[in-house]
Nanobody, 120 residues
Framework: QVQLVESGGGLVQAGGSLRLSCAASGSIFSINVMGWYRQAPGKQRELVAAITSGGNTNYADSVKGRCTISRDVGKNTAYLQMNSLKPEDTAVYYC??????????????WGQGTQVTVSS
């Protein structure tokens, strides 16, 4: 099946920056969408940013202007550059990848999550 490896989370002071990485591997015929979601304690999981294989991007209003999502198609890897971080950004960040494991079989896959903590 498909495996996702997330990295780049950690502790940072308000105003600082982090770059998250998500590398996909396994039974991948092609990748349709790669995205980042986050979930803070007591809150529902929400979309942060997503990018298609064609390069189209989508951002949550709360991170527009501060975050940039990118991808390396050849490496099956997505990145989330986060700048000007705020305590409100503190959450577990999850990578989600929509792939085709064969020409006609689609699959959604979630990473295990990486903690981002922004101190004030």
């Amino acid at each position: 099946q498909v495996q996702l490896v997330e990295s780049g989370g950690g502790l940072v002071q308000a105003g600082g920056s982090l770059r998250l990485s998500c590398a996909a591997s396994g039974s991948i015929f092609s990748i349709n969408v790669m995205g980042w979601y986050r979930q803070a304690p007591g809150k529902q999981r929400e979309l942060v940013a997503a990018i298609t294989s064609g390069g189209n991007t989508n951002y949550a209003d709360s991170v527009k202007g501060r975050c940039t999502i990118s991808r390396d198609v050849g490496k099956n890897t997505a990145y989330l550059q986060m700048n000007s971080l705020k305590p409100e950004d503190t959450a577990v960040y999850y990578c989600k990848v929509e792939v085709y494991t064969s020409p006609y079989v689609r699959s959604n896959n979630w990473g295990q999550g990486t903690q981002v903590t922004v101190s004030s």
